[in-house]
């Protein structure tokens, strides 16, 4: 595969602490875990490392502490091939961790302690961002979301997460209209239909952003300017979900900036997410360009979008 096009991501810089359980604890108790993966997280740096193996020069823009667990996040970046030049040091924090049960059904359920990231503000060399091909935001609060948007980078696309409660309905619709593509859940893309008063179809058109409602294991609605559609999950035995909604934009992302085609780019990012949820852990499993290609040859029919 040739040289593929340049992507920075912004968002959260955690350290995740994942345990895997038959079942939940009940209050007043501890419980052996089934097996333990510490690892870098934080969905702007999954989405990072994840274009990375899908051939995309990766740049990660976050900020962690000056402790041994923000050491360890740039030193594991690093490693992974991902650009970490952007991260700022916070002085007097705590490095973001995220502790994460992960069930029988590879669902997660997590407790996130935020400390660095809570710094995470633009800086004058953010200026650099205006050379990617595409700037991802994902959990950024609306501070840093509103100077990116201002600043009208060729590509952006978004994806609220964990941040999503920081923001007013408004907020949120400002936000679609200065991007390309936005990654929603289904509690937010009916918040937001409320407010306008619109179906998700509508908004998609109205803003001029495509958005990608997420239904988790149920797999995607899309809506945009070309139409509506909807692209089931692939059946999988899931080991652990974390990451791969990141996994998904990452591949959908990197799909319509080289083809154009979003029905096309749902396809690889649904291979993409069946892929990564084989693995434990928020890097584990992420896969390549190769594999996803493999996978999507094989399961050509069971990727065709079902129009809405």
Same mark, same amino acid.
């Given at each position: 595969?040739a040289?593929?096009?340049?992507?920075?991501?912004?968002?959260?810089?955690?350290? #995740?602490? %994942? /345990?895997?359980?038959?079942?939940?604890?009940?209050?007043?108790?501890?419980?052996?875990? @089934?097996?333990?993966?510490?690892? =870098?997280?934080? %969905?702007?740096?999954n989405?990072?490392?994840a274009?990375?193996?899908?051939?995309?020069?990766?740049k990660?823009?976050?900020?962690?502490?000056?402790?041994?667990?923000?050491?360890?996040f740039? !030193?594991?970046?690093?490693?992974?091939?991902? !650009?970490v030049?952007?991260v700022?040091? *916070?002085?007097?924090?705590?490095?973001?961790? +995220?502790?994460?049960?992960?069930? @029988?059904?590879?669902?997660?359920?997590?407790?996130?302690?935020?400390?660095?990231?809570?710094?995470?503000?633009?800086?004058?060399?953010?200026?650099?961002?205006?050379?990617?091909?595409? +700037?991802?935001?994902?959990?950024?609060?609306?501070?840093? =979301?509103?100077?990116?948007? %201002?600043?009208?980078?060729?590509?952006?696309?978004? !994806?609220?997460?964990?941040?999503?409660?920081? /923001?007013?309905?408004a907020?949120? /619709?400002?936000?679609?209209?200065?991007?390309?593509?936005? /990654?929603?859940?289904?509690?937010?893309?009916?918040?937001?239909?409320?407010?306008?008063?619109?179906?998700?179809?509508?908004?998609?058109?109205?803003?001029?952003?495509?958005?990608? @409602?997420?239904?988790?294991?149920?797999?995607?609605?899309?809506?945009?300017?070309?139409?509506?559609?909807e692209?089931?999950?692939?059946?999988?035995?899931?080991?652990?979900?974390?990451?791969?909604?990141? *996994?998904?934009?990452?591949?959908? !992302?990197?799909?319509?900036?080289?083809?154009? #085609?979003?029905?096309?780019?749902?396809?690889? $990012?649904?291979?993409?997410?069946?892929?990564?949820?084989?693995?434990?852990? $928020?890097?584990?499993?992420?896969?390549?360009?190769?594999?996803?290609?493999?996978l +999507?040859?094989?399961? @050509?029919?069971?990727?065709?979008?079902?129009?809405?």
């Amino acid at each position: 595969m040739a040289a593929g096009p340049t992507i920075a991501s912004i968002g959260n810089a955690n350290i #995740d602490f %994942s /345990y895997k359980l038959k079942r939940l604890p009940l209050s007043d108790t501890v419980i052996p875990a @089934e097996g333990y993966v510490i690892g =870098t997280g934080g %969905s702007a740096s999954n989405y990072a490392y994840a274009a990375r193996r899908l051939g995309a020069v990766a740049k990660f823009y976050g900020a962690v502490a000056h402790d041994i667990l923000g050491n360890y996040f740039i !030193d594991e970046l690093e490693r992974l091939g991902v !650009d970490v030049s952007g991260v700022q040091v *916070v002085e007097g924090e705590h490095t973001g961790t +995220v502790s994460l049960w992960i069930d @029988e059904k590879g669902e997660k359920h997590g407790v996130a302690w935020r400390g660095a990231n809570l710094g995470l503000t633009p800086k004058p060399e953010w200026s650099e961002l205006g050379s990617a091909d595409l +700037v991802h935001l994902a959990g950024c609060s609306p501070e840093v =979301t509103s100077w990116v948007v %201002s600043h009208k980078h060729r590509i952006l696309t978004i !994806d609220p997460g964990s941040a999503s409660g920081l /923001y007013s309905a408004a907020e949120l /619709y400002r936000m679609l209209s200065g991007s390309s593509i936005a /990654y929603l859940s289904e509690k937010e893309v009916r918040s937001l239909a409320e407010f306008r008063g619109e179906s998700p179809g509508a908004m998609a058109r109205s803003s001029g952003c495509t958005i990608v @409602e997420k239904m988790g294991s149920a797999g995607v609605k899309v809506f945009s300017k070309g139409g509506d559609f909807e692209m089931r999950a692939l059946p999988v035995q899931a080991v652990d979900a974390t990451a791969a909604g990141d *996994v998904f934009a990452a591949a959908f !992302d990197i799909s319509v900036l080289t083809t154009k #085609d979003i029905q096309l780019a749902a396809s690889w $990012a649904t291979a993409a997410a069946a892929l990564k949820v084989a693995h434990a852990g $928020a890097k584990s499993g992420a896969p390549s360009y190769e594999e996803v290609a493999k996978l +999507v040859h094989s399961s @050509e029919e069971q990727l065709r979008p079902k129009p809405l």
